[in-house]
């Protein structure tokens, strides 16, 4: 599977955002997906993940309450939306599939996409 992020953009602390993840290929219901993101210097980190139906979420406790990660497999398309943004929250922003259940593990996610820039200011 491909997967193609967009959304992100330059906001204003407390403001939002909706991330979008757009897939190829026909099996995207099967896989559980994921989003990660990267701030300048730091290591990639886990956001939130979302099962194959849509029925489970898991998120980071960093991001809890203000994310809310959600899918649409007639649309190919995973969401984040992003609300109460804080700089803290600025990175690139990387969605990711695996097959079977939700994991935070970034290892165990086989297809990535492209990342896409979330910058907020204060």
């Known amino acids: 599977v491909q997967l193609q992020a967009s959304g992100g953009g330059l906001v204003q602390a407390g403001d939002s955002l909706r991330l979008s993840c757009a897939a190829s290929?026909?099996?995207?219901?099967?896989?559980?997906l994921g989003w990660f993101r990267q701030a300048p210097g730091k290591e990639r980190e886990f956001v939130a993940t979302?099962?194959?139906?849509?029925?489970?979420?898991y998120y980071a406790d960093s991001v809890k309450g203000r994310f809310t990660i959600s899918r649409d497999n007639t649309e190919n398309t995973v969401y984040l939306r992003m609300d109460s943004l804080k700089p803290e929250d600025t990175a690139v922003y990387y969605c990711?599939?695996?097959?079977?259940?939700?994991?935070?593990?970034?290892?165990?996610?086989?297809?990535w996409g492209q990342g896409t820039q979330v910058t907020v200011s204060s």
């Open positions: 990711a599939a695996r097959l079977g259940f939700v994991r935070s593990s970034q290892t165990t996610y086989r297809y």
């Open positions: 290929g026909r099996t995207f219901s099967i896989y559980a």
């Open positions: 979302v099962s194959s139906d849509g029925g489970s979420t």
